[in-house]
Structure formats: structure tokens, C-alpha cells
Antibody, heavy 115, light 111 residues
Framework: QVQLQQWGAGLLKPSETLSLTCVVY????????WSWIRQPPGKRLEWIGE???????NYNPSLKSRVTVSVDTSKRQFSLNLRSVTAADTAVYYC?????????WGQGTPVTVSS | EIVMTQTPLSLPVTPGQPASISCKSS???????????LYWYVQKSGHPPQLLMY???NRMSGVPDKFSGSGSGTDFTLKISRVEAEDVGVYYC?????????FGQGTKVEI
């Protein structure tokens, strides 16, 4: 049974960098894409980007200029960096496992951007 | 990107009665591999979304058979045959035939 556990800072000031990490317990690490998804208050879920075990990445074009997703296969971890945050980046951020759909999710990290 | 549109956005239901949610995509979700990349999730308060259905009509392990999915091309439906109190939550459709994966606005099912 796979479990995803995520962590990272929950309060940021405008222009700072959001950094989150997700560790994967159980299951295969190499057969999936490992994604970040966010949910702004009152808005629909938004996919941010993903990475596979060999470091191949895909990003949402709307965020691509500010996003980096990285992986540490030895630790079964993957990370999100989102640069130059603004209030519009306030959301609950989730890590997830994707094989078509997202079948496993982290617990979510609320992130607030405020001066 | 593909736009996913759900109706209704709010669905009051009576326990024991059926419920139905519609999802329309701005492009066909039928791939050349003959799979249709349409998924349904439910999000209960304070929790991450949970995958209910994959590729239109396949229930995830542990999902009761009161949930059913149907549709093709650009029009899809999630049905709950008899709603129970535990089914309250926000239901989302999602496509992954094309990156970025995109979600519907969500349908809030409440009793």
C-alpha cells in the first residue's frame, strides 16, 4: 500500500520561494509520474507539474517559468520549488502519484502568501 | 488546454435516491490507443481527493458498485444509484489525455 507524506513551509511572503517535499512509502517508484497539484480557496484543482524516476519532467505552461520539480530516487522523494510567489499562489498543495489518474495523494500542505 | 465543465455545481440529494453529475470536455478524450482518459474523484471535507473511477467506467478497488460511470468522446456522467450520508462531498472529473491534466469545477453533493 503506497503512502505519500509531504512537508514544507506554510507561510511565505511575496517574492519568496515555496518549497515542498514528498516522500513515497511502499509501491514502485519507477512506474509512475510523481506530481504536484494545488487547490486555491474556492477554485478548481490545478496540476502544477510532475517528474519520473529518471528525472523527466512535465510542467503546466501557466506556471512553467517559476516551477522546478526534482527527484531524489535514493530517498524516494520528490520536491517542488515555486519561485516569486504572490497571493495568487495561496492554496493547499498536494503531492500525488499519477498513472493516468492520481490514485494516491499526500495529506496536503496549506500555503499562505501574505506580507 | 482541455476545459472540463461540470453540471450541476450543487446537488442536494435525498438519502436513498439516485444522483447524477455531468462532465463535458472541450475536446474528445478518446485516445488512439482506444482508451478514454476520463476520471472521477470525490473530496470529503478536510481530505485530499480520492480516485473513484478511471477510464470512464472502471471503479477503483473498494469503491462500491452504487457508483457508475458512463459516456464517450466529450460527454460523461457519474451516477450514484442510492445516495447515502457518507457520499456527501465534492465530486470532480478530470482528463489526462493531454497535458496539463485538467479538472472540472467540482459538484458539491449534499443532503
Amino acid at each position: 500500500q503506497v503512502q505519500l507524506q509531504q512537508w514544507g513551509a506554510g507561510l511565505l511572503k511575496p517574492s519568496e520561494t515555496l518549497s515542498l517535499t514528498c516522500v513515497v512509502y511502499g509501491g514502485s517508484f519507477s512506474d509512475y509520474y510523481w506530481s504536484w497539484i494545488r487547490q486555491p480557496p474556492g477554485k478548481r484543482l490545478e496540476w502544477i507539474g510532475e517528474i519520473n524516476h529518471s528525472g523527466g519532467t512535465n510542467y503546466n505552461p501557466s506556471l512553467k517559468s517559476r516551477v522546478t520539480v526534482s527527484v531524489d530516487t535514493s530517498k524516494r522523494q520528490f520536491s517542488l520549488n515555486l519561485r516569486s510567489v504572490t497571493a495568487a499562489d495561496t492554496a493547499v498543495y498536494y503531492c500525488g502519484r499519477r498513472y493516468g489518474g492520481f490514485d494516491s495523494w499526500g495529506q496536503g500542505t496549506p500555503v499562505t502568501v501574505s506580507s | 488546454e482541455i476545459v472540463m465543465t461540470q453540471t450541476p455545481l450543487s446537488l442536494p440529494v435525498t438519502p436513498g435516491q439516485p444522483a447524477s453529475i455531468s462532465c463535458k470536455s472541450s475536446q474528445s478524450l478518446l485516445h488512439t490507443d482506444r482508451k478514454t482518459y476520463l476520471y472521477w474523484y470525490v473530496q470529503k471535507s478536510g481530505h485530499p481527493p480520492q480516485l473513484l473511477m478511471y477510464e470512464v467506467s472502471n471503479r477503483m478497488s473498494g469503491v462500491p458498485d452504487k457508483f457508475s460511470g458512463s459516456g464517450s468522446g466529450t460527454d460523461f456522467t457519474l451516477k450514484i444509484s442510492r445516495v447515502e450520508a457518507e457520499d456527501v462531498g465534492v465530486y470532480y472529473c478530470m482528463q489526462s489525455i493531454q497535458l496539463p491534466p485538467t479538472f472540472g469545477q467540482g459538484t458539491k453533493v449534499e443532503i
